[in-house]
């Protein structure tokens, strides 16, 4: 099965988004998150991605979600030292992006297909044109 | 063609965790299948997504209508509108 690495310049933030994704697939999918500095505050840590990687890394590869710009290049800088995993960065948004990746996952798709429906979150519009009017 | 048309009881309605539940559940049939919220006036009858099911509105007390046309559009209408009913006592 596909495995899914969250990286977030927040260790809640990353935990968070990883307990969403888990609990709309029952856990059935490797999810580990990552996030903040080595000394516990904000930031990307190289190592911590690294060891994230080995730990959720399968034949069958890894989606990476991140939060920001930073956490994407620092686990494109991760790779550049593993040619030989099988990942792929997700221009997806973190949260929904991980809840579509991991449902996908979960019923078995491939890590292109499970890319993809990470990507297709960009166009989920969560507020009903219905809800708006109360706006008003 | 099988249909039916089942109203949610689930608090949240079909959001979150019921509806991945119901998006997996729907990957185990052959049929295509659609679903329709029928209880909001603009909404249209679309091929199930994860996409498709986040943004049918679909809130406690409204109905749905789901749709299955194949091979096994029988079993997929029973088992979807089963699980829909479950996963308002699970919660």
């Given at each position: ?78 790779l550049e030292d593993e040619p030989a995993m099988r990942v792929v960065i997700s221009n997806a948004p973190l ?42 | ?29 052959r049929s295509r299948i659609t679903i329709r919220n029928m209880s909001r006036r603009s909404s249209v009858e ?46």
């Open positions: 099965m596909v495995g899914i690495l969250i990286v977030a310049h927040s260790e809640q933030l990353a935990s968070g988004v990883k307990e969403l994704a888990a609990q709309a697939t029952h856990s059935q999918v490797p999810i580990v998150a990552v996030g903040g500095a080595i000394d516990g505050s904000l930031g990307i840590s190289a190592e911590a991605i690294r060891d994230g990687l080995r730990r959720v890394a399968s034949n069958d590869g890894v989606l990476v979600l991140v939060d920001l710009t930073s956490a994407a290049l620092s686990v494109e800088a991760v949260v929904e992006g991980a809840y579509f990746a991991a449902v996908e996952a979960s019923v078995g798709a491939t890590l292109e297909e499970t890319a993809a429906a990470a990507l297709r979150a960009r166009d989920l519009i969560k507020v009903h044109p219905e809800h708006r009017l109360h706006t008003r | 063609m099988e249909e039916r048309v089942v109203r949610i009881r689930h608090p949240f309605g079909l959001h979150a965790r019921p509806a991945a539940d119901f998006y997996r559940k729907t990957r185990e049939f679309l091929p199930v997504s994860l996409l498709n099911l986040l943004q049918l509105g679909a809130a406690q007390g409204h109905e749905v209508l789901i749709r299955a046309e194949g091979e096994d559009e029988r079993e997929a209408v029973t088992a979807l509108a089963a699980l829909l009913d479950q996963l308002a006592i699970e919660e």
